[in-house]
């Protein structure tokens, strides 16, 4: 099945077809659309309860830790703020994940009453 993306502006019209594993994204400078192939694991995970990082920001891996466990996480501080992480994590549960990425991140943490997370940060290890 193929997806067609349309761009319309006066008289001139852009097009691309779609085949899966692709993806479009629109330059408004020179109003082209350009196709390029994508892997398509970081955004079909969770449809497969899997949690799967690539190198993203801790601070994206906090955002999505959150929504994800339905629990709020507290940074102490941001030392570790600026760390990317690459993981993957399947039916895990909260505190079995916050100990991988514990090793990775280089952060100390405290599970309070299963509803709110406080991370201390001392600095990446990659």
Known sequence: MALYFFWLLSQQ???AVLIPNQQASFNAVDLSIMVSEVDLTPYLAWKNNALYFDMVPFSEVVKTLERWYNIEIVMKNKLADNCLVRAKYK???LTNVLDGLKLLVNFDYKLINDK???ITGRQCKN
């Open 13 to 15: 019209v852009e097009e």
């Open 116 to 118: 709110q997370v406080i």
């Open 91 to 93: 039916n895990e549960a």
